[in-house]
C-alpha cells in the first residue's frame, strides 16, 4: 500500500500570533506540522504497517523551514520527501494555488491514498482536500475518523463525522482522505527513527519544475485579531455585604444581566 | 561562621511590651475578638474571626478534617512579627499555610489561629544575573518564580527545582517541605539551593540566615537577644543518605547550617518570611527520551546498568522517571508511550549544556542500546516538541486523576506511599511491597522517581478493604525503616504521617525534636501537631 501524506508547517498553536500586513510576524514563533496532518502521517504509518508493504511519501509546501516539519515527518516512519520549496509561490498561494502544487507533485508518485488534515492549523480554510480531489481526478472523502482498507487495496470503508452523528461509507480506491480528530493518536518519534530521518531522501522542487503556474484565485486583504478582553475588576467594599451590593449593582447596570 | 545567633527585634521592645501586656490583661472569652480590634488598630492588620472566611482557608488537598478560631494574612514581615508575637504572648496555636497543596494535613489547623501566607509578597523578586541568585518573596508561586527567574534572566538562568504541583505550591511552602521535582540528587530539592533565609521565630524575633554563616557546635545554637541567652540544641537522629523529606534535618555529629535547620522543618521552629535562592544556567535544550520495557525486573537491570555507566552519579540528568505496574492502564496518551505489550515505561531527561541535540541523541542511542535488558530500539520514543512534552506531561498527571476516579467509585480514597530506600534494598523493597501487595488483593499502581530509589505505590482499595489496605501501608513503612528507608522522599510528615516518623528514627529521635522545639516554643504553639504527636507534649502544651 503506497500512501502520500501532504503537510503543511504551521505556528505552534500555543504562539501568540501578532499581525503583519497581510500575514503574520514569523519572529518567535516555533513551527509545527499542523495538528491534523500529523493524524493523517500516522494513519498511513499504520496502514503500512498493518498492510506490511509499501511507501509511505511526504509532500509539503513551504519555505526552507519546512524542511523541519517534514524531517519529523520521516523520523516517525515515512519513507521519502517531496519538498516544494518555492518561496516566491508559497507567499502568495491561496488554497488553490496551494492544492494545485500539491496536485503536481502527487502526480508524479505512485499511490493508493492520499491523506491530508482536514485543515491547516494556520489559515483554516479547509478547502485543500477537496481540490486537491477533483485537481487529482479521485474521491475524496473529508473529517475521516476511522479507515479499513480492503485486503485487495481496491476500495475502503471509511467513517466520517458529520453533524450530531457519523456517516459510514465505502469509497474506491485511489482516493483523499482528510484527517479528522479522533482517527488515530500520533506517535512519537523514535530516536533511532530520528537519527535515519537525517538519511532519508527528500526530493526537492520548484513550482516550475512541476510545471505549476496558475496563480492564487484569492488574494488576503486584510487580517484583525478579536477585540481584546477587558480587564476585569475586583468589587471594593468595606465587607461581604457591601461587597455583595456593589457586585449585584454591576451585574444590573452595566452587565444587564438581572 | 558562628554558633551564636543575634536575634533581630522587627517589632519594637515597647510594641511587643505593649502587645504582651495587652494580652495578659485579656479575658478567655474576649481574648480573639479583643486581640482582632488591638491588631487593627495599632499595626493595620486583620484577623478574622468569621467562620465563612476561616472556613475558605482550613482545608488543603491533604483533605484531613481542621478547625480554627481566626484566620490572618499578613502582607508583610512586620505584620506577620506582630500576630505571632500576639499569638505566642496570648499562648494561642498558629498554623502556618500557603499555597495548600501539602498531603500530609501539615497546614491544616487543629484549632487557634491560621496564618495564611498567600499575601507576603515582599520582597519583589529580584534576579542577580551576575551573583546567579534571586531574592524572593514568600507567598509567590513556585512556578510564577521560576518565570520571572527566566524572564528577568533573559531566558539564561532558571530556578530548576520543578515538584508536579509548582503551580499551586508556594515558595514559603517549597521551603518548609523541602520539595523536590524530577531531578534525581540533591540538585532536585530546595535544600540544594537556598542562600540566605529571613526566618520567624516563634516568640517575633527574626534571625536573618546565610548560609555557612551559623553553624551549630556540640549540637547547639545559642540564641541571644537582649541580656537573654537560649541554648537551642539541634536534633542528632542519624539520616540516611538518601533523598529525605521524612522530618526535620538532624546532625549527628552535631554541627548544622541554621538553614538547614528550617528548611524542611514544616514551619514547626519558625516561619520564612523572605529568601535568596541560588539559580542554574539554563540549558539551551533537553533531550526527552521515554521507553517502554516488559517489566520491573527489566527496569531494575537498567537501573543498575545506568548507575555504572554514570559512575554512580545520575545529576546530570533532570529526570529518571519510572511508570511501573499498571500505570498503563491508568495513563491518558498510553498507546503512544508504551509498545506492544511492554508494561513498564522509563522517562529520560537530559539538560543540553554544550552537546548538540543530534550528539547528545546519538550518544544516548549508544548507551539505550547497549544496555543488558533488551530495549527495543523502535520502542525508544523522542520527544522533539513543546506539544510532545506536553502530552507527556499530560499523560503524566492523568494517573492521579484517573485512580482518583477509581477510588471514589469504591467510595475509597488513594492510599500513597512515599518510602525510599538506599540503592542496595531497592529490588528486596520493591519485591516484598509487589507481593504483600498481591497477596491482599489489593488494586495498586507504582510510579515514581528511579534516580532516587524513590517509588510511589498508590493503594487503591474496596470499601471492604480499607482497614486492611493502612494496615498494610504501615507494613511498608516499616519494611523500608527496616532496610534503612525512609518514609518520605518528597511529602513530608505534617498530622498524618507522625506516626511513621518515630517508626523511621525511633523514640529517641522524637526526644530530641521536642528538645528543639521546646528551647524556642516552650508552649508547641508554632505548627503544631506537625512531625510531633500531640501527647507527647501534651502536658507542657496545654495554655
Ligand atoms: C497533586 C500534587 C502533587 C505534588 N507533587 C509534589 C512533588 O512533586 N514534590 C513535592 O515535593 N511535593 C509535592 N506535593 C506536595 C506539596 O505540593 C509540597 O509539599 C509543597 O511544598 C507544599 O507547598 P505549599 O505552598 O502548598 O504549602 P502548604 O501546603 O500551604 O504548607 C505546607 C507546610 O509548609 C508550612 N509553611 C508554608 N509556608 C511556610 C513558611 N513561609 N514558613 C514556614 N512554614 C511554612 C506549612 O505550615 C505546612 O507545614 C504535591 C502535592 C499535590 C497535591
Known sequence: MNTVVCLKQVPDTETLIKIAGTGIATDGIKWVISPYDEFAVEEALKMKEKMKAGNVTIVSL????????????????????????DAAYYEKADPFATAAALAAAVKGLEYDAVFLGKQAMDDDSGQVPAMLGELLGIPVVTQVIKIEVADDKSKASVTREVEGGHALLDVSLPAVFSA??????????????????????????????????????????????????QAGRIIQGDDAKAKAAALAKALHDEVKII | MTERIEL?????????????????????????????????????????LDPDIIGGLILDSSNLPGSASAACRPRSERECAAIVRACFSAKIPVTVSAGRSNLTGSATPEGGVLLSLEQMKTPEVRVDVEKMTVR?????????????????????LVFPVDPTSRTDAMVGGSLACNASGFTPGDPGAMRNWVEQLDVLMPDGHMIRARRGHYLSRDGVFILSHDAAEIVLPIPRYARPEIKNASGPFSSPDGVMDFVD??????????????????????????????????????????HEYLHEKLSG???????????????????DHESKLF?????????????????????????????????????????????????????????????????????????????????????????????????????????????????????????????????????????????????????????????????????????????????????????????????????????????
Open chain 1, 62 to 85: 513551504g519555505p526552507d523551514r519546512a524542511i523541519e516539519s517534514i524531517r519529523t515527518a520521516l523520523a516517525m516512519g515515512a519513507d521519502t520527501a517531496v519538498h516544494v520549496n
Open chain 1, 180 to 229: 479528522q480528530k479522533g482517527l488515530n493518536e500520533p506517535r512519537y518519534a523514535s530516536l533511532p527513527g530520528i537519527m535515519k530521518a537525517k538519511k532519508k531522501p527528500v526530493d526537492v522542487k520548484k513550482a516550475a519544475d512541476l510545471g505549476v503556474s496558475d496563480g492564487p484565485k484569492t488574494v488576503v486583504k486584510e487580517l484583525s485579531l478579536p477585540p481584546a478582553r
Open chain 2, 8 to 48: 533581630e527585634k522587627i517589632l519594637s521592645s515597647d510594641e511587643c511590651s505593649f502587645i504582651d501586656d495587652y494580652v495578659t490583661s485579656l479575658g478567655e472569652a474576649e481574648l480573639l475578638t479583643s486581640l482582632s480590634g488591638m491588631l487593627q488598630d495599632r499595626f493595620s492588620l486583620r484577623l478574622d
Open chain 2, 136 to 156: 524572593s518573596p514568600v507567598g509567590i508561586i513556585l512556578e510564577d518564580l521560576r518565570k520571572e527567574v527566566l524572564e528577568q534572566s533573559s531566558n539564561t
Open chain 2, 261 to 302: 535547620l528550617i528548611i524542611g522543618s514544616e514551619g514547626l521552629f519558625g516561619i520564612v518570611t523572605a529568601c535568596e535562592l541560588r539559580l542554574a544556567r539554563r540549558p539551551h535544550e533537553y533531550l526527552d527520551l521515554f521507553f517502554s520495557l516488559k517489566d520491573e525486573s527489566l527496569t531494575l537491570a537498567f
Open chain 2, 313 to 331: 552519579n545520575f545529576s546530570g540528568l533532570s529526570a529518571f522517571e519510572y511508570f511501573g505496574v499498571n500505570c498503563r492502564k491508568y495513563m
Open chain 2, 339 to 543: 509498545s506492544g505489550d511492554d508494561q513498564v515505561g522509563i522517562y529520560l531527561q537530559v539538560p543540553l549544556y554544550d552537546l548538540t541535540i543530534d550528539d547528545a541523541a546519538q550518544q544516548w542511542y549508544e548507551i539505550l542500546t547497549e544496555a543488558p535488558c533488551i530495549i527495543d530500539e523502535n520502542a525508544i520514543k523522542m520527544m522533539t516538541t513543546d506539544k510532545d512534552r506536553a502530552i507527556f506531561l499530560e499523560a503524566r498527571h492523568s494517573m492521579p486523576s484517573r485512580s482518583l476516579e477509581v477510588v471514589q467509585r469504591r467510595g475509597t480514597y488513594t492510599i500513597m506511599t512515599d518510602t525510599v530506600v538506599p540503592r542496595d534494598q531497592f529490588g528486596t523493597f520493591l519485591n516484598y511491597t509487589h507481593e504483600l501487595l498481591k497477596d491482599e488483593g489489593l488494586d495498586y499502581l507504582t510510579f515514581g522517581h528511579l534516580g532516587d530509589c524513590h517509588l510511589h505505590f498508590m493503594i487503591l482499595p474496596e470499601a471492604s478493604q480499607l482497614t486492611r489496605a493502612t494496615e498494610v501501608y504501615e507494613l511498608i513503612i516499616e519494611k523500608s525503616a527496616e532496610l534503612g528507608g525512609v518514609y518520605s522522599g518528597e511529602h513530608g510528615t505534617g498530622k498524618r504521617k507522625r506516626g511513621d516518623f518515630q517508626k523511621c528514627y525511633g523514640a529517641s529521635a522524637l526526644e530530641q525534636l521536642c528538645a528543639t522545639k521546646r528551647a524556642i516554643d516552650p508552649h508547641f504553639l508554632l505548627n503544631r501537631g506537625n512531625v510531633i504527636p500531640c501527647q507527647a507534649h501534651a502536658a507542657e502544651a496545654e495554655p
